[in-house]
Structures are given as structure tokens and as C-alpha cells.
């Protein structure tokens, strides 16, 4: 059973930071495409953001320019570090592991963005 396992979330006021983190097997970590995805109440889950082993990323819209993916391979750790922070950006944020059709999701962390 492939476990990935999310920390970091919590309550934060607009214009606020988070750092999320995702620890995730070693045998899997340095093979897998990796991404940060979220869900708010009501919509669909969707892509925050992901890196592949060859350190390139790709960022959601809405997201780019306030947030940073980066992947710490030597600790096995996914990073997602959130500045700015908006209402809007209030979910519950997922990490994901993918390599081809197989993927691997972890349990996700709330983010609450209020003042």
C-alpha cells in the first residue's frame, strides 16, 4: 500500500503563507511525475500544479507567480509553497504521484484562507 502523506495546512489570513508537504515512499518518489491538487466545497478536483523528475512545472492560473512547487528528492518530499494567499484559494489540497496510468493520491490537507 502506497502511502503519501500531506502536512502543512491550516487557517491563514488573506495575503498570508502556507508551506504544504507531502511525504511519499523513495520508491516511488523518483520515478513518479508529481503534483499538488485541490478541491473546494461544491467543485471538481483540479491541478494546482505538478513537476516531473526532470524539474519541470506547470502551474495552474490562478496560481502562478504566488505559488511554488519544488520536490526535495533526498528527503522523498513534495513541497508547495503558498504566498499570498486568497479567499479563493480556500480547499482541500491533495498531492498526487503519476507515472503513466498509475497514480497514487494522498488524503489531503485543508487550507482555509479568512480573515
Known amino acids: 500500500q502506497v502511502q503519501l502523506v500531506e502536512s502543512g495546512g491550516g487557517l491563514v489570513q488573506p495575503g498570508g503563507s502556507l508551506r504544504l508537504s507531502c511525504a511519499t515512499p523513495g520508491t516511488i518518489f523518483n520515478m513518479y511525475r508529481m503534483g499538488w491538487y485541490r478541491q473546494a466545497p461544491g467543485k471538481e478536483r483540479g491541478l494546482v500544479a505538478y513537476i516531473t523528475t526532470g524539474n519541470i512545472t506547470k502551474y495552474e492560473d490562478s496560481v502562478k507567480g504566488r505559488f511554488t512547487i519544488s520536490r526535495d528528492n533526498n528527503k522523498n518530499t513534495?513541497?508547495?509553497?503558498?504566498?499570498?494567499?486568497?479567499?479563493?484559494?480556500?480547499?482541500?489540497?491533495?498531492?498526487?504521484?503519476?507515472?503513466?496510468?498509475?497514480?497514487?493520491?494522498?488524503?489531503?490537507?485543508?487550507?482555509?484562507?479568512?480573515?
Open 78 to 115: 513534495l513541497y508547495l509553497q503558498m504566498n499570498s494567499l486568497k479567499p479563493e484559494d480556500t480547499a482541500v489540497y491533495y498531492c498526487k504521484a503519476q507515472m503513466g496510468s498509475t497514480e497514487y493520491w494522498g488524503r489531503g490537507t485543508q487550507v482555509t484562507v479568512s480573515s
